[in-house]
């Protein structure tokens, strides 16, 4: 794997600096050449798409494999050459030519399912997905404090995280994120990505010699009008080896281990899956409270050093191919912890922008306050917040997170409710609802608000 060269970088390179257009890459194939997928891996899909069916038309074969209806009328009459394929009828005049599995077909469609068991659209070819990738770059886009502002409306931010986040967002550079549990870190960073404007097409599969890898995820991408966008002529339209999608999100926690970061088999129906930065190109990939996961901390800062590095991810299939492929995304670290303690200096230097996530002003969390009794048709008692924040608040040291106004509001809530009492959070309400939510630290040994 070392000893590649770094193809993915190049064809990155390449991309922006011939300006290579978009329309061009996304142009439907005219010839079975041009689908760049080896002969044996169309027909291998072909015939397993047939094998779910008594008999297709030329239609429906056209939306299973996404080429044009001539390129698989090319294989079918190939197929049909070599005994594998017949014309099915059912004299009817008005219905279409339709294609079913002769016997040695179906045989040999059970033989390609166990093999590999991917039944989607054609792949594209892994030089074709390093190209996609890098002229849909989110590096294209820029950032601004107004779209910001716009974009993270309901959100409460300072002038200081706006002036860190959005520069950070337009390096394209990884970001840690951190600070106390409950000031926002998670419920911002997910929201990211509907900064960027733009949206990406994301192929079905990605093909590698005669192995298919499939890159599309259903939870992970969200396709927008695929259906519209799909036009049977061969000039129209766009190649439907691919999908309009919005730029992905992808986000895990502790349940991250570094088999996700590769690419693994699925035993049960024999496909080959992309990991989880391969369907994170072209947007964000949050791991999320870095420091709980059961493998270690250095095992998954580790995994990033070169692709900070250089750009490139390097992967291998599990017949032991390598290969490897653009890292074009958004990488976000969010932590409780100090990133001085679970990185060293050489590492943070590859992350660039580490921000801090602390309490809230006075006047923000009132804000927040009075949102929230909006929200569940409340109204609180006068002096009610002043009660909240310099009694309770400053009396036990407890930050003003921005957590704490969302939580309480609800509990109050949630009582009011239960006991049928007028919808007003008065001090004794207050004070039932805050012993039920703070744990007594001192008795524990600890203080509010470690990570």
Not at 64 to 91: C, F, M, S, W, Y
Not at 265 to 292: C, E, H, S, Y
Request: some cysteine.
């Amino acid at each position: 794997m070392l000893n590649s060269t770094n193809t993915a970088s190049k064809d990155c390179q390449q991309t922006h600096g011939n300006h290579c257009a978009l329309d061009e890459i996304l142009a439907k194939p005219k010839t079975l050449e041009q689908t760049g997928v080896p002969t044996r891996v169309l027909e291998s899909l072909l015939i397993k798409h047939l094998s779910q069916a008594t008999d297709l038309d030329i239609v429906t074969l056209i939306d299973k494999l996404g080429l044009p209806g001539n390129l698989i009328e090319q294989l079918l009459q190939k197929l049909k050459a070599e005994a594998l394929t017949e014309v099915r009828t059912d004299g009817r005049f008005h219905t279409g030519m339709r294609y079913g599995l002769t016997q040695k077909g179906m045989i040999m469609a059970q033989h390609e399912l166990q093999r590999d068991g991917y039944l989607g659209p054609v792949p594209i070819t892994i030089d074709s997905y390093k190209k996609l990738v890098c002229e849909q770059s989110s590096k294209r886009e820029t950032i601004t404090p107004e779209r910001m502002k716009q974009g993270l409306s309901d959100l409460i931010l300072s002038e200081e995280v706006i002036s860190q986040v959005g520069p950070a967002l337009n390096s394209g550079r990884a970001i840690f994120i951190y600070g106390l549990p409950g000031t926002g870190k998670t419920y911002i960073s997910r929201r990211l990505v509907r900064l960027f404007e733009s949206n990406v097409y994301i192929p079905y599969a990605v093909c590698i010699g005669n192995q298919v890898i499939q890159v599309f995820d259903p939870i992970i991408h969200t396709p927008i009008n695929t259906r519209l966008q799909r036009s049977l002529h061969l000039n129209e339209g766009h190649d439907n080896r691919l999908v309009l999608c919005r730029r992905p999100e992808v986000v895990v926690g502790g349940e991250l281990t570094a088999e996700m970061l590769e690419v693994t088999v699925d035993p049960t129906f024999r496909i080959n899956r992309a990991p989880l930065q391969m369907k994170a190109n072209n947007g964000i990939f949050l791991i999320d409270d870095l420091g709980r996961q059961k493998v270690s901390v250095d095992a998954i800062l580790n995994r990033w050093i070169i692709p900070l590095e250089e750009g490139i991810d390097y992967l291998s299939l599990p017949s032991g191919e390598h290969f490897d492929i653009p890292f074009e995304q958004v990488l976000v670290f969010s932590s409780n912890i100090h990133p001085a303690k679970l990185a060293d200096d050489a590492f943070l230097r590859r992350i660039g922008y580490k921000i801090s996530f602390g309490p809230i002003t006075q006047d923000d969390y009132c804000y927040l306050w009075h949102s929230e009794c909006e929200k569940h048709g409340l109204t609180t008692a006068p002096e009610g917040l002043d009660f909240v924040i310099g009694h309770l608040h400053q009396v036990n040291n407890i930050p003003l997170l921005p957590c704490y106004p969302r939580d309480l509001v609800a509990m109050c809530s949630n009582q009011i409710s239960f006991f049928q009492h007028p919808p007003q959070i008065n001090h004794q309400l207050i004070e039932v609802v805050w012993r039920c939510y703070f744990v007594d630290h001192d008795q524990a040994g600890g203080n509010h608000g470690e990570g």
